[in-house]
């Protein structure tokens, strides 16, 4: 059985299935982060059932093409590599995929830069 996907904890669970993964921070909230480098691939969004998912802005253009009631975008990400997702997509296994996508794009960036201490 797939685990479900459907709120923060659930997607939490399933990242943390994937390889080379745990539980961090970004901007100071929950996220999931590649181990090897640090970068975030998932994260809480501000927005009321959706999440934030990290991906190549190629991808990104592509999803809310093809699912704008999955994937979509407030101003606030546009122009940027990330997206929001809704927990309630009628196609939860292509958001697993895309998941994915965004752990392995994370893990192939190099080492996040530590923030320098004042």
Not at 30 to 55: T, W, Y
Request: glycine share 6%; no cysteine; charged share 25%.
């Amino acid at each position: 059985m797939t685990a479900s996907i459907n709120d923060w904890d659930g997607l939490v669970a399933f990242a943390l299935t994937l390889p080379g993964t745990h539980v961090g921070t970004h901007y100071g909230k929950p996220a999931v982060k590649v181990i090897a480098n640090e970068r975030a691939f998932l994260s809480p969004s501000r927005e009321d059932g959706s999440f934030v998912l990290q991906i190549d802005e190629d991808t990104k253009a592509l999803l809310i093409e093809t699912d704008p009631d999955t994937y979509w975008e407030t101003p606030h990400y546009q122009g940027w590599p990330a997206l929001l997702v809704r927990y309630d997509s009628t196609d939860p296994d292509r958001v697993r995929a895309m998941i994915e996508r965004a752990r392995d794009q994370a893990a192939a960036r190099p080492m996040a830069h530590p923030r320098k201490k004042k």
